[in-house]
């Protein structure tokens, strides 16, 4: 179903396995139109909460609302209908390695619309040229860096313009010039479609690059910990790991 926003609430989530408590008593709220960063410690269920957002896992307590509306309580049909306003660039790229650029974009389209083979490839040229990779079509994934992998799987991501972008560590595997320039795409993206973009990631140069606002979670008393704007936790979280994690030991970071 389309979303009345792109907005997201995340209200009162336990996540468990079993009888292992990984989070609990989460209650986020995400603006539309904003990049949103979960951040932590390894361990502490970043990717886990991302899994629950998408629709991956069920939280063992709580609801996650879609422009107010609780993904959780749907009907499956339904469910299926709103996952298709997301789009998800995952750690590794996630890229089929016997298909070509081009074709692992198409995918989503040719899955999800009645769209001519002509308009597929029209659509399929468009998006890898917002991501810097037009004229590497007919190239297959071993034959591309790694930060041309992670733009082409932005470029599939994008490719049923959603309503939402889900990262899971975009720059991990990156060099620095690489990542620089994914955070610099994703501010883009964000500025010319509009949606609600939310990252995992522990990168300080992306947090700080980035994100309007964040959450921090806790792997030893599994809840979070703070939420707010990078720059502000960093001199008025009233956590001493939070403003710790945003330090990192080096020296405090200029704040505009």
């Known amino acids: 179903m389309p979303l009345k926003d792109n ?15 990984v989070q609990r008593n989460l209650n986020i709220k995400i603006g539309a139109g904003e990049i949103f960063v979960i951040m932590g410690d390894s361990g ?7 899994r629950h957002m998408i629709g991956l896992i069920r939280p063992a307590r709580g609801d996650i609302f879609y422009g107010g509306v609780g993904f959780w309580g749907l009907e499956e049909e339904e469910q299926l ?12 790229g996630a890229l089929w390695s016997s298909m070509t650029i081009a074709e692992n974009v198409a995918l989503p389209l040719q899955q999800y619309t009645k769209l001519t083979p002509a308009e597929v490839a029209e659509i399929v040229t468009l998006k890898l040229a917002l991501v810097g990779l037009r004229g590497f079509e007919d190239y297959y994934p071993s034959e591309i860096s790694g ?21 899971d560590e975009p720059s991990a595997g990156l060099d620095p010039l690489s990542a ?25 140069a992306s947090i700080f690059t980035i994100a309007d606002s964040s959450v921090f979670l806790d792997a030893d008393t599994r809840t979070m910990l703070d939420m707010g704007p990078p720059k502000t936790l960093l001199t008025q979280s009233k956590s001493d790991k939070v403003r710790e994690f945003l330090r990192r030991g080096e020296p405090e970071p200029k704040v505009a």
């Not at 609430?9 to 292992?20: H, P, Q, Y």
């Not at 298709?84 to 750690?91: M, V």
């Open 7 to 21: 907005s997201i609430e995340i209200r009162d989530v336990d996540m468990a396995f079993g009888s292992f408590v």
């Open 44 to 50: 502490c269920g970043k990717s886990t909460l991302l």
């Open 81 to 92: 209908a709103t996952t298709r306003n997301f789009g998800i660039l995952f750690q590794s």
């Open 147 to 167: 930060g041309m992998c992670k733009r082409a799987g932005l470029a599939r991501a994008i490719s049923l313009n959603p309503s939402i972008l889900f990262f």
């Open 180 to 204: 620089r320039r994914l955070d610099e795409l994703i501010l883009e993206l964000r500025a010319s479609m509009g949606c609600t973009i939310v990252v995992v990631t522990h990168e300080l």
